[in-house]
């Protein structure tokens, strides 16, 4: 049970979740085929000791315990019902406990909000009711708890066949239920315990961010694993995991749905770039959440973070027993960018008095002769004692299947005084040796994939980022073109883009007319060449509808510029409304950077910056953060986009003004400070980058608000 360190509230919740004294299991069957039967049976079978109401009106007794015809018939009040029943039963069931004082209620049944419309409107219903009584609801459509520590056994999982539950230091919360399974299986064969897992379902009420919480504060909980979809709660969320670090204890998640098809695209390019698991990826790491790309990875990677602190730098050391095994993990160490180090020539020298010859590469290859306790234990102590590197990663080969005593034991001596990380990669299917590496809580790796994904994880860890600080002052024409309705105008775009502190290119306005007249051939005080833009709050995207004339040398051509795109615009988008021409000023810099501010639905506003121009949605090479970010935070946006290196400096090419790119991205990201705002999408593309100390321009703007979309 959760000690008093936190409010009273939260105790029962706590209890009413993970220790419940008294359980009821509203629609329980006696037959076994069913999974119905199954919480039951599974609750005596691994050791629970508290009361079981089984609530069935058409039997007397199931499997030895006396049954109810319904939760009102209970003789004592109940901390946890479990409810399987079809969905159109389950309101008024989560009524009558509602009523009847009961704490929680796990809600096994689907059919709520992951069908639609209609299931959702139940489902809201549902917690209402729960909510006006005090009852708190886990799920629907969730498969339960497992709190191994109270012998809590309270789902229909069938992984619960196992005969016995190991309890550990680890817990997890999952959106899949089924995934909690294939977890506690894969953890269980591995010599992983947990503590307590969790399959949270649609997150109805009880929410990832609001269970996590509970564990922050769970003395047997040290680290939790996440295996998430989407983020439902984003504030909770974020405040679970900014709880957890500081806490110390390392929140590890698996997010599933990273592919195209799993991104919403949205109007402008910075939400086709910028699709929700982008976003969802840039929420957890600044919150501190370390995120995998393998499945195994999260199953095995706990004990190489419990207990550390994200790392300075990011250098590893990898040392192997076998030549084709160390290479493996080298590979695949550096297929994930991990900055693999070579020992240097001093280290080199220092073996060398000890009569051990190694070479001073990125591989420590001891070969055969270092399947040899002292060889490679005194390589194995240098490298953890080396200021060179700032992890070891160990590969053993096939020593370790039949004669751990060789090199895995000298691993597990040195490993339990080591500051440093340690991961462990064993060639060979060597379950003796992964026991005895996971029982003296050494991160061991069935795979070089896996052991390399968790070294690039905790190597990208950090803490969670500062959230500015408000703006002063929003100048008022700033809010009232962000709360407004319908198209955006361009005059208040560029407004916008003024008000925000943003250099744009010089533009003029033209009516349609001047296609005609000879408007044009008055702009000579204009630097030619100029680009033609037509303006129109129907096109976005300018370019694809023949929209956009660069280069137009003189005011004498500049006429029949405008007619031939009038021409092009009309035979194209035929139904488009025209409001006449931007005339702009030709920059030339370094580079087109796109900036975009987005409100993504899960977690809220995020800012955009990537390769700019026409081909951006090609090239996706981007970086997105939670907004607002800082200056010095849009500087570290800026050098994860590879198509910026240029202007940063690489190989002496001329440097751009990387400097005042920042401040454009950090003042567009003050967008998402604007209060009562209705901006969904808001873009800069292209932003023109001009040498260092020439400053940027804003070329042109598209705002999308209430998900109508204007130039």
């Known amino acids: ?94 009524e009558e406990c509602a009523h009847n004082g009961v704490r929680c209620a796990t809600i096994f049944s689907a059919g709520f909000a992951e069908t639609g419309v209609e299931g959702r409107k139940l489902q809201e219903r549902m917690v209402e009711v729960a909510r006006t009584a005090g009852m708190r609801i886990l799920g629907p459509n969730c498969l339960g708890i497992i709190n191994s520590t109270e012998k809590l056994a309270l789902s229909a999982n069938e992984v619960l066949e196992t005969p016995t539950l190991g309890s550990g230091r680890i817990s997890l919360l999952s959106q899949s239920g089924s995934l909690l399974g294939s977890l506690l299986s894969r953890g269980q064969s591995r010599g992983l315990q947990f503590t307590k897992m969790v399959s949270v379902g649609n997150e109805a009420d009880l929410s990832i961010g609001e269970i996590g919480n509970l564990l922050v504060d769970d003395p047997q909980t040290e680290a939790i694993l996440l295996f998430i ?36 695209l949205a109007a402008s390019h910075t939400g ?19 995120r995998v790309d393998i499945f195994e990875t999260l199953i095995e ?7 550390r602190d994200p790392p300075h730098r990011s250098r590893v050391n990898v040392v192997a027993t076998t030549g084709g095994g160390g290479a493996l993990l080298v590979d695949n160490l550096s297929l994930r960018n991990v900055s693999v180090s070579s020992p240097g020539p001093a280290f ?41 590197n700032d992890a070891v990663a160990a590969v053993v080969g096939s020593s370790s299947q039949y004669r751990p005593d060789r090199a895995v034991m000298p691993i597990i001596e040195l490993g339990a005084r080591s500051k440093k990380p340690i991961a462990v990669f064993l060639t060979p299917s060597a379950e003796k040796s992964a026991r005895l590496l996971t029982d003296a809580s050494i991160a061991v790796f069935r795979t070089p994939e896996a052991c390399a994904d968790a070294m690039r994880a905790y190597f990208t860890w950090r803490a ?7 703006l002063d002052c929003i100048p008022s024409e700033l809010t009232h073109i962000a709360a407004g309705n319908g198209p955006v105008s361009p005059k208040d775009a560029n407004l916008l883009i003024d008000s925000l502190g943003i250099n744009r290119v010089r533009t003029i306005e033209l009516p349609v ?83 975009g501010y987005r409100l993504d639905p899960q977690v809220g506003p995020i800012i955009v910056v990537g390769a700019g121009g026409v081909l951006a949605e090609i090239y996706r090479d981007i970086a997105v953060a939670l907004a607002p970010v800082t200056v010095e935070g849009a500087c570290s946006l800026l050098r994860k986009v590879r198509g910026l290196a240029p202007i940063l400096g690489y190989r002496n090419l001329p440097k751009g003004d990387v400097s005042a790119l920042a401040k454009a991205v ?31 321009f804003a070329v042109d703007a598209l705002i999308v608000r209430k998900e109508r979309m204007a130039l």
């Not at 989407?230 to 405040?239: K, L, S």
């Not at 073996?351 to 490679?376: H, M, W, Y």
């Not at 004498?556 to 000023?585: C, H, N, W, Y």
């Open 1 to 94: 049970m959760l000690k008093p360190t936190i409010s009273t509230e939260l105790s029962q919740l706590f209890n009413a979740l993970f220790a419940p004294k008294s359980i009821a299991l509203i629609g329980a069957s006696a037959d076994e085929r069913k999974h119905t039967s199954l919480p039951q049976r599974y609750l005596r079978k691994h050791g629970f000791k508290g009361m079981i109401f089984p609530i069935n009106p058409s039997r007397t007794e199931i499997f030895g315990e006396r049954t109810y015809p319904s939760i009102d018939r209970v003789p004592q009040r109940v901390d946890h019902a479990f409810i399987m029943l079809p969905a159109r039963l389950v309101p008024q069931a989560v």
């Open 348 to 388: 080199v020298e220092k073996l060398a008095a000890r009569e051990i010859r190694i070479e001073d590469s990125l591989l420590v290859d001891l070969t055969i002769g270092g399947t040899n306790p002292k060889v490679f234990g005194a390589v194995l102590n240098e490298l953890l004692q080396s200021p060179e």
């Open 301 to 307: 990677m706990a004990p190489l973070v419990i207990g």
């Open 464 to 470: 969670p980022s500062s959230v500015p600080a408000p």
């Open 229 to 264: 979809e989407t983020i439902r709660d984003r504030d909770r969320f974020a405040t679970f995991a900014r709880r957890a670090f500081a806490a110390k204890k390392p929140v590890i998640s698996y997010l599933l749905g990273r592919s195209s098809l799993g991104n919403q």
């Open 513 to 595: 007319s001047a296609a005609d007249d000879g408007t044009a051939a008055a702009l000579s005080d204009l630097s030619f060449p100029v680009a033609v833009k037509i303006i129109s709050p129907d096109i976005p995207h300018k370019t694809e509808v023949g929209g956009v004339i660069l280069n137009v040398a003189n005011p004498s051509t500049l006429r029949e510029a405008l007619q031939r795109m009038l021409k092009t615009v009309s035979e194209r988008k035929p139904k488009a409304r025209i409001d006449g021409f931007a005339i702009q000023e030709m920059k030339r810099g370094l580079a087109e950077v796109l900036v």
């Open 666 to 696: 950090s003042a567009w990201s003050t967008l998402a400070q604007i209060p009562n705002s209705e901006i969904q999408e808001a873009e800069l593309n292209p932003v023109i980058v001009g040498c260092e100390g020439e400053g940027v």
């Open 272 to 290: 086709a770039i910028a699709g929700n698991s982008a976003a969802v990826e840039a929420f957890l790491a600044e919150n501190g959440v370390m």
